[in-house]
């Protein structure tokens, strides 16, 4: 991963292999970013995205492998217990130009990807709520 920071906002490349959640949490890390909003795009061909089920509050995952193009990523980087906390969303489309997504949980770079994390002053923290069954923003703290 290669980044450069632009005033409040880091525009970052990364590289084959490169998995996007573990490379902004790095960024997250490295940058001491506790409150951002995260797009994208680029290229993929291992990715896993899933849907949360509001009845059983579990999160169903599907994996796909090909040829992609990352149409869509778009999410909010917090603090959950004081560490980095992703939320992103993912939209991808294959050779034939079907699209799939949800939830992302991984994703491994085939080419590139370009994505900008424009940070926020400020901090949120998550906090797990029992009657959804998720991570949700809280402005207690």
Not at 50 to 64: H, I, M, R
């Amino acid at each position: 991963m290669e980044y450069r920071k632009f005033k409040d906002t880091f525009v970052l490349r990364l590289e084959p292999k490169e998995e996007i959640c573990e490379s902004l949490v790095a960024l997250a890390e490295a940058e001491h970013i506790t409150l951002a909003e995260i797009s994208g795009l680029g290229a993929v061909n291992d990715f896993t995205v899933g849907a949360f089920n509001t009845v059983t509050k579990q999160y169903l995952s599907n994996t796909f492998k090909g040829i992609y193009e990352i149409l869509s990523l778009t999410g909010t980087l917090t603090t959950k217990e004081g560490k980095p906390y992703l939320h992103v969303h993912f939209a991808a489309g294959d050779e034939q130009g079907h699209v799939v997504g949800g939830h992302l949980n991984r994703a491994t770079i085939s080419a590139t990807a370009e994505i900008i994390v424009r940070t926020i002053e400020g901090r949120v923290e998550r906090q797990f709520n029992d009657e959804i069954g998720l991570n949700l923003v809280s402005f207690e703290n």
